[in-house]
């Protein structure tokens, strides 16, 4: 019950603070550009590439996982700024003493706020994916492989970063927090790029050194199975998956298990972190 | 009891912010927590609360652990600093305490505007905390500390960023919550707020508790004596000595001037002895002198007496809990 009282405050913080009309709006007027956007690309590639071309490249392809990427980018985003402060700043505030002192465990506090911003965050990656594919199906007929798998992939993407957000805040400070969530994000990034290219040289060494950032961060790996799942069998074949948006090699289901179970245990550690502190 | 400690003990790092506490606070009670800043006050409620936890000893809390959630419904608390979010309502805001103290929705509507009510902002519990200032701040704080109909309430320099009517207001509180049979915890280093709504006191140091007691009971451990007489001798006066510190003494020409007269003024028993200035026979002298307890009057009276000293007054002077609290932090350097 105190878990979901938690959860209901933290969702109440979002909209009182128009936080939840930011992003539904500037959501909204995403999706609108990414229709005209690619309502006007798409026309103009029919008129130039001859059809069995833009069969075979799949070109509406590139369009999706661009647009599904610039999402994905987006979740982790607001994974960090909706979650950096909300335990380092209530702790800093004092905020925090008014609330842990009722009739409530530290965890269901943990728990609570986790929940709340997981909800909104995974609401808020499934809607504006499936808005995305919406698009393209109306408009090009187009659907990429494996849609609720990747979208599920994008959503533990978010969750991950979340958790590894909260986690941060019941020991850092706001600012450090966020440093360290994005320096770990962009490690991540950057690992995930050395593992794709050292896949498509055939360098073992480059892609264990991918693999080995992802076991320290695993958001990329997620986008990276996604991206592989969503694209054609054809065009990794072909050595164009490589691009900033797909994927020359999948991360395994073993680093999905993996995700699942360092997101499960980023949050007990929080827990635990947040209930032994001092406040 | 209702709190009970033994021994508390917090350190950070190499400082020690409460050291050796032992204490219980009654049912019923208001405990005033008196001390300067930094002396450990906040720390030792935060202890009593869960928030922080002891290096060493033990805090027991209507007979559970601190923070034990079995209980914390019947406590209330005030933190000393705190930012209530600034995106709530003052009703929304006590909605929000309200259910996690987890009281029903028909009791949070009876309740929240009776307790804007009674700290002044029933006009204000649909604007936004944002808008509030310090004060406005504080009572919502208050009310929040109260919203549970506690049985014991921790108010943590509860009239911080008030005005004089504020403080006013928030005495009378502590006075309806001691009527009613709440226990009140009170840390504060406003003397008169302490003097006027506490029954029992006590003054922490350095995170040490250096004095404990009702205010009598205080007060009454240093008693100050005014002394009138006339006869009196170097000698005399500096017999007194034996039992207290004799203080501030003054000589007048008449036996019946008074202190503003033109007095000739001296500090110690020292300086009656150097001084210019002779003790003649119908001198009336003025004297404080410190005493352990009242208990001792008789004595001191007996002695004057016998020793030729005609005696106008030997009158115990109640001193303040400034006055105390002041040569209490002297005392102890």
Known sequence: MSVLEIARLTFLEARMRKMLWAILLLGAAFLILYAIGFHLIYADIRERMPGGVARLLE????????????????????????????????????TIQTIVTKPLRRWQVVVG???GLALMLSVFTVVMCAALLLIVKLDAGYMPNNPVAAIGLIVLEGLVVLTLSILGGTRLSTLTNGVVVFMLYGLAFIAGWIEQIGSVLRSDAAVNVGIVVSLIMPSEAMWK??????QPPFLRELGFSATPFGAASAPSEAM???????????????????GRRDL | ?????????????????????????????????????????????????????????????????????????????????????????????????GRLYGLPAAE?????????????????????????????????GLAQALLNDPALVFLDEPTSGLDPLGRREVRDLIHELRAAGVTVFLNSHFLSEVEV?????????????????????????TTEVEIRAAGLSPELVAGLASWGQVGKWQIADNKLQEAGDNPQVAETENSIRNTQYAIRNDDVV????????????????????????????????????????????????
């Open chain 1, 59 to 94: 070109p509406t392809n590139f369009f999706v996982m661009a647009g599904l990427y610039a999402i994905n980018f987006l979740v982790v985003m607001l994974a960090v700024l909706t979650s950096v402060d909300t335990i380092a700043g209530e702790i800093a505030s004092g």
């Open chain 2, 1 to 97: 009891m209702l709190i009970e400690t033994n021994n508390l003990r917090k350190t950070f790092g190499d400082t020690v912010a409460v050291d050796s506490l032992t204490l219980s606070v009654g049912a019923g009670e208001v405990f005033g927590f008196l001390g300067p800043n930094g002396a450990g006050k906040t720390t030792t409620v935060k202890m009593l609360l869960g928030l922080v936890a002891p290096t060493a000893g033990e805090a027991r809390l209507l007979d559970h652990r601190p923070g034990d959630p079995a209980i914390m419904g019947r406590v209330g608390f005030l933190p000393e600093q705190f930012r209530f979010p600034a995106w709530l309502t003052a009703a929304d805001f006590l909605d929000v305490h």
């Open chain 1, 225 to 230: 199975r996604a991206a592989y799942l969503m």
């Open chain 2, 286 to 333: 003025r004297l404080t002198l410190t005493v352990a307890n009242e208990d001792v009057l008789p004595e001191i009276a007996d002695y004057l007496v016998q020793g030729g000293a005609r005696v106008y007054t030997l009158a115990p002077q109640r001193i303040s809990l400034e006055d105390l609290f002041m040569r209490v932090m002297e005392e102890e350097g």
């Open chain 1, 113 to 115: 706020k986790w929940l």
């Open chain 1, 256 to 274: 999905v298990v993996y995700a699942v179970l360092y997101t499960v245990i980023a949050l007990a550690v929080a827990v635990r972190w947040f």
């Open chain 2, 108 to 140: 949070r509507r009876a309740r929240i505007p009776r307790l804007l009510e009674r700290v002044g902002l029933a006009d204000r519990a649909r604007s936004k905390l944002g808008e509030y200032s310090k004060g406005m701040m504080q009572r919502v």
């Open chain 2, 197 to 221: 709504t506490c029954d029992r006191v006590a003054i922490v140091k350095r995170g040490r508790v250096v004095r404990i007691g009702t205010l009598a009971e205080l007060t009454r451990q």
